[in-house]
């Protein structure tokens, strides 16, 4: 059974640029959420997407959009990347519904601005 | 706004010497705790979850337990191979946002 999986593995970017992220859920999963974990902090809540709409948002720019496709799989754009971008980005997949939802954490995307 | 802080940020233990770290919360009306374990440059790996206070969970040498505003991870005799960082993160009902702590390093030394 395939757990939670990104791409790519690394980034490297340069200021202004567009980077595009990619999450493929853990099989059974419906929900996704993305979350930034900058170094030697815990991951900060991005936005959560569920039936391929975004469900609720963090305290993040409009820089950061996401989608989320039939099957499940989904993607983090960010846009006019800044320095401060830097950071890993996690994927998170769950199933919906029912009390406190146990996330499973995928191995990250490390993004590097220069 | 909810939130979570974790003591000690780091600690270092020998090996069978053991502890617990602190998780502390506040969180309007708590859907979920939850106990995660990070190595180095990797994921998140899932631990436990506890949803009401005086509950308590156990995996192998850890045990999580949960009071109205704390919970916390205790550690039995540890090993080498337990070094990683432990995040502690909350949800609250009606909510899908998790807010993480930035976690405790621990450390085990043979």
């Known amino acids: 059974d395939a757990g939670v999986t990104q791409s790519p593995t690394h980034l490297i970017k340069t200021r202004g640029q567009q980077v595009t992220l990619r999450c493929s859920p853990k099989?059974?999963?419906?929900?996704v959420s993305w979350y930034q974990q900058a170094l030697g902090q815990g991951p900060q809540f991005i936005f959560q997407y569920y039936e391929e709409e975004e469900r609720q948002r963090g305290n993040f720019p409009d820089r950061f959009s996401g989608h989320q496709f039939p099957n499940y799989s989904s993607e983090l754009n960010v846009n006019a990347l800044l320095l401060g971008d830097s950071a890993l980005y996690l994927c998170a997949s769950s199933l919906s519904g029912g009390a406190g939802v146990e996330q499973f954490f995928g191995p990250g995307t490390r993004l590097t601005v220069l | 706004e909810d939130q979570v802080t974790q003591s000690p940020e780091a600690l270092r233990l020998q090996e069978g010497e053991s502890s617990s770290l602190n998780c502390s919360y506040t969180v309007s009306g708590l859907r979920g705790l939850f106990w995660y374990r990070q190595d180095p440059g990797k994921g998140p790996e899932f631990l436990f979850t506890l949803y009401s206070a005086g509950e308590e969970k156990e995996k192998e040498r850890l045990k999580a337990t949960l009071t109205k505003k704390e919970s916390f991870l205790h550690i039995t005799a540890p090993k080498p191979e337990d070094s990683a960082t432990y995040l502690c993160?909350?949800?609250?009902?009606?909510?899908?946002?998790?807010?993480f702590g930035i976690g405790t390093k621990l450390q085990v030394i043979p």
């Open positions: 993160a909350v949800q609250a009902r009606g909510y899908q946002k998790v807010t």
């Open positions: 099989s059974g999963h419906d929900t």
